[in-house]
């Protein structure tokens, strides 16, 4: 599975948008780029996943660019809680894999 | 429709003692996955089962650690003579037999600490 690369922590204030990059450079055209989240001490929550259109939930939104080297991550409103560590985990086509979580982006909203 | 549960939440063992930790996955999932989490590292893969079956061990240490996933009752994860170092937080995941993608669903761990 390619390696990703994000920052290690970002602040965003509470009600604007939060966008959270992801560098994923040796990405392999089957790959898919997935987002999870760990709010403190709990376990960990899928948020969205994408190939190479962008997409969108309830959640939030991806971007991937065109090259598909990078993408981001976008909570439109950020609130308080979602105040956690994102996890970019990029990852082939088979559906049960594992996760191979790396160390994620600390992500503070205040007030 | 209850999520994955895991008991017990907090788990206190000596040194040398057993633990067992419990998964029980969301109704109609058949994959069970464990992770670790040391204190203050990030998230590590531990082992993959289907029922009755593992399909991945990669992440298991080689010595006092087993799981199992049998046909009725929840996933097991048992370490035998814990040490200090087995001290962390133990997640289990499940997902849904026959998924289009990857969406576990974590439990909400177990905080071993050895002491």
Redesign the interface.
Known sequence: DAKTTQPPSMDCAEGRAANLPCNHSTISGNE?V?WYR?IH??????II?GLKNNETNEMASLIITEDRKSSTLILPHATLRDTAVYYCIV?GP???????????TRLQVTL | NAGVMQNPRHLVRRRGQEARLRCSPMKGHSHVYWYRQLPEEGLKFMVYLQKENIIDESGMPKERFSAEFPKEGPSILRIQQVVRGDSAAYFCASLKSGSSYNEQFFGPGTRLTVL
Not at chain 1, 41 to 46: I, K, L, N, V
Not at chain 1, 95 to 102: E, I, N, Q, Y
Request: proline share 5%.
């Open positions: 898919y997935y760990q001490s709990q376990g960990p929550q899928y996943h990852m088979g559906t049960a894999s594992k996760l191979t979580f790396g160390t994620g």
